[in-house]
């Protein structure tokens, strides 16, 4: 005769959880046949993660209580605009200004206006000359009418496709009137929260259990589901790109991956395959011309090794305290600019990441950084829940100062 107390409950409505009944299916169990009792070692090999280096140097801001977090950047542009038309000789001329940089047109006339004293090099006679604006705006707002006001060399200073006039300054007279100023548009950048979570669900017979090296198997698989968490929490601080919640999809945030896929630039490589110093003193070059500091290097363990490749005056070293040798810890690159390494494993080898961290945050839901709950009974079992709801704020990812590769072998 059953009885229906007797049977196992399967509470559909939840995960499988860990059972200690000897006949029932592998998949409810995750130790091995007659472990209980035996004279087997007393340690476990168990995984042990100091394998979040990133969240670890970047680290978490303040806890929010919004639906997304919000923060403003302005733009003030290189310090140079760049033409797609025009003749530069003595006589004024109209220089037709293109977008820059991620700037659009408009964004990047705002950075001269009259009086604004320009640089410019010729490629076409290689030689140069400085100009003075005297209007900007005219022709449909896309054009600067600028005069020579000193030729260097003497010659005609053409313009070609392409060529830049660089802003020496907004220049005024002693005695001058005020001009209009130049705001630039404020752009907000947000990021959506993501909740990560793990659970933890065992019998009570099992929470009784004896286990050589464990003690307690409820505190050992809580244990374990922390470090699991902690490194999926790694992981989407750098590879997640944003996903909208919807009621049958789980939302996605943006990490380091989702905010530098959608810009362009040199900064971001798209072409590079191996990768080369040449590629990573143009990234470097340009995300610090950007005002990208304190640059350091994230990639998969196998294109940090290609640094020892390249010239070894270059490289850095940290003495290992209490062993011998040490391993690289950063790069000088060309430009005299350092660039920290940071070896990440078992990442997309394809994926790299030059990146100023100071300019990185991680942030928390209000209360929710990391909670672990007791759920309550619906049978001889014990549930509990370890949450984590977080999103990141990546200050400067639209301005070019934080690089990356997308394509490397």
Not at 14 to 43: C, H, W
Not at 226 to 249: D, G, I, N, P, W
Not at 347 to 373: H, Q, W
Request: aromatic content about 8%.
């Amino acid at each position: 005769m059953a009885l229906d107390y007797y049977g196992m409950s399967t509470a559909t409505d939840r995960g499988e959880y860990q059972i200690a009944v000897s006949g029932a299916s592998a998949e409810g169990r995750n130790f091995a046949s007659n472990s209980e009792r035996r004279d087997v070692s007393e340690m476990l090999d168990i995984l042990a993660l100091a394998e979040t280096p990133f969240i670890n140097k970047i680290g978490w801001g303040s806890e929010s209580g919004a639906l997304k977090i919000e923060w403003i950047t302005e733009h003030l542009g290189p310090g140079y605009i760049v033409t797609t038309l025009g003749v530069a000789t003595g006589a004024a001329t109209s220089i037709l200004v293109t977008s820059i940089d991620g700037m659009t047109t408009a964004e990047a006339i705002k950075q001269v206006m009259t009086g604004a004293v320009l640089y410019h090099f010729s490629s076409t006679d290689a030689d140069d000359c400085m100009y003075v604006v005297c209007s900007v705006g005219s022709g449909g707002g896309g054009s600067v009418t600028c005069s020579a006001i000193i030729s260097i060399f003497g010659g005609t200073t053409s313009t070609a496709l392409g060529d830049k006039f660089y802003i020496i300054g907004n220049f005024a007279n002693e005695g001058s009137k005020p001009r209009t100023p130049n705001p630039r548009t404020r752009v907000i950048c947000s990021n959506e929260f993501t909740i990560l979570r793990q659970d933890v669900a065992i019998t009570g017979s099992m929470q009784k259990t004896d286990m050589y090296a464990i003690g307690s198997e409820e505190r050992h698989q809580i244990l374990m589901r922390l470090k699991e968490l902690q490194r999926e929490r790694e992981r989407t601080a750098l590879f997640s790109h944003k996903l909208a919640k919807t009621s049958t999809v789980a939302g996605m945030m943006d990490g380091v991956f989702g905010f530098l896929f959608t810009q362009s630039g040199t900064h971001i490589d798209n072409t590079t395959r191996n990768l080369t110093e040449t590629a990573i003193n143009g990234v470097v070059n340009k995300i610090w011309e950007n005002g990208g500091r304190n640059l350091s290097f994230w990639g998969h363990i196998s294109q940090c090794a290609l640094f020892t490749r390249w010239d070894k005056n270059r490289i850095r070293m940290r003495v290992g305290e209490g062993k011998g040798g040490g391993h690289i810890n950063s790069y000088l690159t060309e430009a005299g600019i350092t660039l920290d390494i940071n070896p990440l494993a078992n990442t997309p080898p394809n994926l790299a990441f030059v990146l100023d961290t100071s300019k990185i945050k991680l942030r928390a839901k209000k209360g929710r950084k990391a909670i672990m709950e007791k759920l309550g009974k619906m049978g001889d079992f014990t549930d509990w829940q370890i949450i984590s709801e977080f999103s990141m704020e990546m200050h400067g990812y639209n301005l070019g100062q934080h690089g990356a590769f997308f394509r490397l072998a």
